[in-house]
């Protein structure tokens, strides 16, 4: 498919870091949807116009731009023009307009992305729970300026606000329904959740920034793990929208659940966090929190507060995390970081790295569990006490294994028995 162009708008600071951040970021939203940024403008400012978000004068200015530069360039015009923010629909109008040119907004975009890799059932509804409010919303906001001119008071509504009423009773009804289909699929998704939860295996989530690396690192472990389940891995946006979790049991460690969960994104529409916030679920009850992060990417340190951001308004900010930094081998074996306990380098690509992951990942799993001694007779099947608790090196004596082992806690009693 051949690249269109988009002229983007943004708000914020000339060449601060934190619109830097925002304008790559996306750019590679809007090169999901097959738009290439020819050029950038921005305006930094205190308070939204409600007409026009950003300044009128700043909108004139990027219409004699945008047509200017297609008068040039016929032959590679500019399609778009993006908004790097969410508009209303009066303001979306009202710029289309000034501009006479098409006018997207943030949300439009991530929400394609969404509906464009939506796979299961539980996805596309969530994907069409959100679309559908943020129509609503748009709705109600492109006809508001006529409603109020042709409304009347009382019970003598105007043509524009019965309009409106019709289409919001329509949508919302919509909603309703297959907000019902989906509360069928959360329902099932809970049985199996609270079936994990009581299993004394440990619950280990992997969270972090979209294209980070995180599937990556599932995929690996499942493939260790011998089992034929792993999750989809490309390298794109939000390639991942739904939550996979895998029952992990690599020989010489203990067995655990590990859940791959759809990547994070500076402000993700309200209506996507809603509507996906029961597929996070799963990290409110895990045991670790693994967080995947892109050590070649210049955004890190926004992308890694980010995250922790909608990891506290899920309430699971208590829950202990640890750093993996992925993609190492893209800085040619250099990197000016010195990684702390909690944090680990590597290249998921190396196999190597992977087991060193697996080790760090386990490591801080058991970090609470019980340290001891302990001769495991022959006559107790050592391949489960294994896969139950995290073995560190075992001896064969006479009489059974000597164990320097951490007892998993719901299973000490098995063992500890004097």
């Known amino acids: 498919m051949e690249e269109k162009k988009a002229l983007v708008i943004s708000r914020g600071k000339t060449n601060s870091l934190e619109l830097n951040h925002d304008q790559s970021e996306f750019a590679l939203l809007l090169k999901e949807i097959g738009y290439t940024v020819v050029y950038y403008f921005s305006q930094d400012i205190e308070n939204i116009d409600k007409n026009t978000y950003v300044g009128s004068g700043k909108i004139a200015e990027i219409a004699s731009f945008y047509h200017q530069y297609n008068e040039e360039n016929p032959e590679e015009p500019i399609d778009i023009i993006a908004c790097n923010f969410e508009l209303t629909g009066l303001q979306k109008k009202a710029i289309e307009a000034i501009t006479k040119a098409e006018i997207i907004d943030r ?7 969404f509906e464009k890799n939506a796979k299961t059932k539980e996805a596309k509804l969530q994907v069409e729970i959100a679309r559908l409010e943020y129509l609503k919303n748009h709705l109600v906001d492109e006809k508001a300026s006529y409603s109020q001119v042709t ?5 003598n509504k105007g043509k524009g606000e019965k309009q409106i009423e019709l289409s919001k009773r329509q949508i919302s009804k919509a909603v309703l329904q297959k907000k019902k289909e989906l509360e069928a699929i959360k329902l099932s998704r809970r049985n199996m959740r609270n079936k ?3 299993n004394p295996s440990p619950k280990i989530c992997i969270v972090g920034y979209t294209n980070a690396g995180k599937s990556t690192l599932m995929n690996r472990l499942v493939k260790l793990s011998k089992e034929d389940k792993t999750v989809l891995e490309k390298n794109a946006l939000f390639a991942t929208l739904e939550t996979s979790t895998r029952n992990i049991s690599i020989f010489g460690y203990p067995t655990f659940f590990l859940t791959d969960t759809v990547g994070f994104i500076s402000h993700l529409p309200i209506y996507l966090v809603d509507a996906f916030r029961s597929t996070l679920e799963e990290i409110k009850e895990a045991d670790l929190l693994v967080q995947v992060v892109d050590l070649s990417d210049p955004f890190k340190e926004e992308e890694i507060e980010t995250t922790k951001g909608i990891i506290k308004s899920l309430e699971a900010d208590n829950i202990p995390m640890i750093n993996i930094y992925n993609k190492y081998d893209l800085l040619g074996g250099f990197a000016n970081f010195l990684p702390k306990e909690d944090e680990l380098l590597v290249s998921l690509l190396d196999d190597n790295d992977v087991l060193d992951a697996l080790k ?3 490591s801080n799993a058991t970090k609470n569990w019980i340290r001891r001694e302990l001769l495991v007779p022959y006559n107790v099947d050592f391949a ?3 896969k139950e608790n995290y073995v560190l090196s075992h001896k064969e004596k006479e009489d059974g294994y000597l164990c320097d082992v951490l ?6 009693y098995k063992y500890l028995k004097n």
Request: aromatic share 14%; charged share 5%; no cysteine.
């Open 151 to 155: 409304s009347g008071s009382g019970h």
């Open 384 to 386: 489960t006490f294994s």
């Open 407 to 412: 007892l998993n806690p719901a299973y000490a």
């Open 360 to 362: 760090f990942i386990i």
């Open 196 to 198: 994990r939860i009581n």
């Open 107 to 113: 949300t439009f975009v991530i929400l394609n992305i």
